[in-house]
C-alpha cells in the first residue's frame, strides 16, 4: 500500500478508524510506539501495523 513512513496522529486515525483522543492518550500514557520530531509527535505506518496486529484474532477453522 501506498501510505507515507509515518503518519500524524490526525491522518493515523483517518486511515485506521481510531479516535484521535483514543491515539492522543495512549501516546500520553506510552501505550502505543510514536516518534516525536522537533515537538511533533508521529506514529511510523509500519510500527503502528505491527503493534495493531497484536490485536488480530484468529478465525474459527471449520471442523470437515
Do not use: M
Request: aromatic share 10%; proline share 5%.
Amino acid at each position: 500500500h501506498d501510505l507515507p513512513i509515518q503518519l500524524s496522529v490526525k491522518q493515523a486515525s483517518e486511515i485506521f478508524g481510531i479516535p484521535e483522543n483514543t491515539l492522543r492518550s495512549y501516546i500520553h500514557r506510552r501505550i502505543i510506539p510514536f516518534r516525536k520530531v522537533r515537538g511533533r509527535v508521529y506514529l511510523v505506518t509500519e510500527t503502528l501495523e505491527k503493534w495493531l496486529s497484536q490485536f488480530d484474532v484468529e478465525t474459527i477453522k471449520s471442523c470437515n
